[in-house]
């Protein structure tokens, strides 16, 4: 249930309405807000800047806390004084972006993660971005934030509307963790939709770290059968499977089956799956086209390019125009094609590259400023008739790993790939930095091999298990390369994650430690809202000799109840659990990890 106000605006001047839409989310504390800008003057009138919502403060010495990163370190949370004049977060790559997220927090600096004000605002949008903080002479703070200037130049026809993308504004005053719940708890019931808005998601295996792009059917048939056995419940087919695709330079644009690669139709790999009692699914790039596809040789025109100048390339491809309509009308038809003819439950949606050269062939040169903005509206029009044609296919955003993680993509995919980075210990960051804003539900997380590809670092099955289980858990290795025992354990964090899944996935996530700024361990816990359960979670990231005890204090309990701690079989009250705190053992070795649970008596 939500209140809506509308308040329309006239400016006398130039005969221009602005409408200010607000909704008001009670029960999460959100507050949406966005802005129309109606031409019903007698001419053409250019929008040079399209801004969803200012916000000043007129007191205060508001801290700035934003979330900065690059490809496989993505939302390295940073907190920083306010400089007097403006600062700007923004992103100029097409896509919302590894390097920043569309979301700041303003923090007195007091406010921590228990005490405190904060506010947030997060844009519910995919494209460039910018939010511009500006600390003024005054002492006040201004905050504003919508679609990136630097690219933008609308032109609005008389009787046209231009609508600027949703701001979801929220207020905590007691501290950080309340504002992530704000956002969880709106993002999981208002911004999630469809089946798996609620549904559990299936646990998958993805083959990419296991195979990359050298695959066949039978080693994928091996993959899905070990899975199987250890109660993975869907396997993912990553890139390759296409056109010509057997590496980075070709076959993108040509969604169709390599059947040579495949040693035959996808139906019958789909079906012998199946039969194991796995789900079927399979990555996509559609924005996407190489120079070496029929695609590309049929329509060159597509892809975003400067006439005259020769495009940059990013992984050597180019970006579709999305823009055009009958780019989208293509796209729909192939992706309508494969999931209406194979029996596939699950689509990787994956972009992985920066826009350059935004340029479309079908807008007029002074209109070439409408290019960017009119490209993720046709992503986000592509994904809206699939998602409606396709209610029962889950979809996972992906964009190089995190580079698109956003509201706007979740509103068609409920969970979208963290990071590339599958490190555990890396991931302890890039998760904390997520979880300011973003509910663990949201979060594609996976147990891969060791040395880690991207870090090669080793850690303990344990420990990739306990990281990976709080996003959406999977697993992205070739499981015939693990002894029986590491299968085993696996199997093991597979039933741990389906019993633990109602408390993880819709429970209250709290940051214990600071990911960042503590070195030595990194805790965090979920707690069910009516504090019958918790889940405590520990990795040791920097072993001590002689070390100083690791001392946690639980949240979100209930004072007065009894919890029993089930590994140890000891009970606790939730106020000693809370306001005393939880020891633990020495944990040696590399990178140990620990998780705890605890039940409230009575409740079991
Ligand atoms: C980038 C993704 O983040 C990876 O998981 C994988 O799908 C590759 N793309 C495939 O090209």
Redesign the pocket.
Same mark, same amino acid.
């Given at each position: 249930m939500a209140l809506s106000l509308v308040i329309q605006m006239r400016d006398p001047v130039t005969g221009l309405t602005l409408r200010l839409y607000y909704g008001v989310f009670e029960k999460e504390d959100v507050i949406t807000r966005s802005a129309e800008i109606l031409n019903e003057t007698a001419g053409t009138v250019q929008l040079h800047k399209a801004l969803s919502a200012c916000l000043d403060i007129p007191f205060g010495d508001w801290e700035l806390i934003h979330f900065p990163g690059r490809h496989c370190m993505e939302r390295q949370a940073e907190r920083r004084k306010l400089m007097d004049g403006i600062q700007k977060i923004s992103s100029r790559r097409g896509s919302s972006s590894h390097q920043h997220n569309p979301f700041a927090i303003l923090a007195l600096p007091e406010t921590s993660e228990d005490y405190g004000e904060c506010l947030g605002a997060m844009l519910v949008y995919s494209g460039s971005f910018q939010i511009e903080i500006e600390k003024t002479q005054m002492r006040a703070v201004r905050m504003v934030l919508g679609i990136q200037e630097e690219q933008f130049l609308w032109k609005l026809e008389r009787g046209e509307s231009f609508v600027m993308p949703e701001v979801l504004l929220s207020y905590s005053g007691r501290g950080l963790t309340g504002l992530s719940h704000n956002y969880a708890d709106f993002i999981r019931e208002h911004i999630c939709r469809g089946k798996y808005k609620k549904a559990r998601r299936p646990i998958l295996i993805n083959n /990419?770290e296991a195979t990359y792009f050298d695959f066949t059917a039978e080693k994928l048939l091996d993959i899905a059968e070990k899975a199987g056995e250890l109660g993975i419940e869907m396997l993912v087919l !990553? !890139?390759g499977w296409f056109g010509r695709r057997d590496c980075e330079t070709d076959g993108l644009g040509d969604w169709y089956v390599n059947e040579e690669k495949l040693g035959g139709n996808l139906n019958s790999l789909i079906e012998k799956i199946n039969k194991m009692g796995m789900k079927f699914g399979i /990555?996509v790039?559609p924005e996407m086209v190489n120079e070496d596809s029929d695609l590309y040789k049929a329509h060159p025109d597509w892809a975003l390019s400067v006439p005259g100048r020769e495009p940059v390339m990013g992984r050597c491809q180019l970006a579709l125009d999305m823009g055009r309509q009958e780019v989208q009308d293509y796209l729909y038809e192939a992706l309508r094609t494969l999931l209406s003819e194979h029996p596939i439950d699950y689509i990787?949606w994956?972009m992985?590259r920066n826009l350059s050269d935004i340029y479309s062939r079908v807008l007029a040169p002074e209109r070439q400023g409408e290019a960017g903005h009119r490209y993720i509206l046709g992503v986000y029009a592509l994904l809206e008739r699939l998602t409606e044609a396709f209610p029962d296919v889950l979809f996972e955003g992906?964009s &190089? &790993?995190g580079g698109r993680f956003d509201c706007g993509m979740l509103c068609y995919s409920p969970q979208i /790939?963290c990071s !590339?980075d599958t490190d555990a210990i890396a991931r302890l960051k890039i998760q904390y930095g997520t979880s300011f804003g973003y509910p663990v539900s949201a979060m594609g997380a996976h147990v891969s091999a060791c040395p880690n590809h991207q870090t090669g670092r080793s850690t303990p099955l344990r420990t990739r298990g306990v990281v990976a289980m709080s996003g959406t858990f999977g697993c992205e290795l070739d499981l015939a390369l693990l002894d029986e025992a590491e299968r085993q354990e696996i199997a093991e964090q597979i039933d741990q994650f389906k019993a633990y899944y109602p408390l993880i996935q819709w429970g209250d996530y709290y940051r214990l430690t600071d990911a960042i700024a503590d070195t030595y361990f990194t805790a965090w816990q979920f707690a069910s809202k009516d504090g019958a359960e918790a889940l405590l979670n520990v990795v040791v990231v920097s072993p001590q000799a002689n070390p100083t005890p690791i001392h946690v204090r639980l949240k979100g309990l209930r004072e007065e109840a009894v919890y029993l701690e089930k590994t140890e079989g000891k009970y606790y009250s939730g106020a000693a659990l809370m306001y005393g705190g939880f020891t633990l053992p020495i944990l040696k070795g590399d990178y140990p990890a620990v998780q705890y649970y605890f039940v409230k008596e009575g409740s079991e």
């Open positions: /990419w !990553d !890139d /990555w790039e990787k994956d992985n992906c &190089g &790993g /790939w !590339d």
